[in-house]
């Protein structure tokens, strides 16, 4: 048995949850602050046999996308009350995937 943590952005946590519903998989869905952008996370619990462990990373690369985010970033050449926006990669997912000794559900 594998727990599979998947850490999301909350614009793709809604749908993420739901495709994995769709497909006959529950997850328990805990909320997360990232680090970089400081913008919520979602971190889903998800627990599967050996052999789904690539079906949900398919799932979850066709749900979770990267995507260009515009930010404000501060000048350094004109006074720090002006800030440029910069543009950064954000999205997808960040996946872990552990063995699981032992699962009970009590």
Do not use: W, Y
């Not at 999301?8 to 529950?26: G, H, K, Q, T």
Request: hydrophobic share 45%; proline share 3%.
């Amino acid at each position: 048995m594998k727990l599979i943590l998947a850490v999301v952005e909350d614009d793709d946590a809604a749908r993420l949850m739901d495709a994995l519903i769709e497909n006959d998989f529950s997850a328990t869905k805990l909320a997360s602050t990232g680090g970089f952008l400081l913008r919520g996370n979602t971190t889903l619990l998800i627990g599967v046999q050996d052999d789904q462990v690539s079906q949900v990373l398919q799932i979850v690369r066709q749900t979770c996308v990267r995507r260009k985010r515009l930010i404000p970033q501060a000048s350094t050449e004109i006074p720090a009350s002006v800030t440029l926006p910069i543009e950064v990669e954000s999205g997808g997912a960040t996946v872990f995937v552990l063995s699981v000794d032992e699962f009970h559900k009590v």
